[in-house]
């Protein structure tokens, strides 16, 4: 199966920062990927789909990039609210419904 | 509001079962595919079942096949997960959520807050 590696795995950041997570995909899966924000204690919460569709009311600071193999999701002003785990999962019809390893932010 | 709200979790004994259920509300509950989703303590989050919207297809897990079993009450706007067999490997937080599928692949737009589910000895 296709397997997806996020990375980093964990990066430090100061607010006001542009930020970039990245999601490689063992083969090519043209744009269908999502992006999940997971705060501590709290559900993941769909930020991206189709690789670059911003789900309604997501801030416009996130954005999402990137085909086939390699995408991106970027933040482009980190926000004292952005500060989570951010996942991502391939979009498939059938299963498994994977997601990737994930990358915490954290507060420099 | 358009929410999923999931109950049921809680502590059980090794080999022991449990039945999680998760009621909507706020959205048309028969229209959508639904899934659960666990965290086990910090840890990642794995898909572990699918069940289309009208009961028709469902899927799970390698990691649960066999010992779970998914269904949903359209007419009670509710989903249920009935776990057996359970082992300190399914100690986790159980999501609920809502999938929409983008040209056949789907995404999940609509989590609950999760139900924790302990397994121990």
């Known amino acids: 199966d296709i397997q997806l590696t996020q990375s980093p795995s964990f990066l430090s950041a100061s607010l006001g920062d542009r930020v970039t997570i990245t999601c490689r995909a063992s083969q090519g899966i043209g744009s269908y990927l999502a992006w999940y924000q997971q705060k501590p204690g709290k559900a993941p919460k769909l930020l991206i789909y189709a690789a670059s569709t911003l789900q309604s009311g997501v801030p416009s600071r996130f954005s999402g990039s990137g085909s086939e193999t390699e995408f991106t999701l970027a933040i482009s002003s980190l926000q004292p609210e952005d500060f989570a785990t951010y996942y991502c999962q391939r979009l498939k019809s059938y299963p498994p419904f994977t997601f990737g390893g994930g990358t915490k932010v954290e507060i420099k | 509001e358009v929410q999923v709200v999931e109950s049921g979790g809680g502590s059980v004994q090794t080999g022991g079962s449990l039945r999680l259920s998760c009621v909507a509300s706020g959205f048309t509950f028969s229209s959508y595919a639904m899934n659960w989703v666990r965290q086990a303590p910090g840890k990642g989050l794995e898909w572990i079942s699918y069940?289309?919207?009208?009961?028709?297809?469902?899927y799970y897990g390698d990691s649960v096949k066999g010992r779970f079993t998914v269904s949903r009450d359209n007419a009670k706007n509710s989903l249920q997960l009935q776990m057996n067999s359970l082992s300190a490997d399914d100690t986790a937080v159980y999501y609920c959520?809502?999938?929409?599928?983008?040209?056949?692949?789907?995404?999940?737009?609509?989590w609950g807050r999760g139900t924790l589910v302990t397994v121990s000895s």
């Open positions: 069940i289309s919207s009208d009961s028709s297809i469902i």
């Open positions: 959520a809502a999938s929409s599928s983008w040209f056949g692949g789907w995404y999940f737009d609509l």
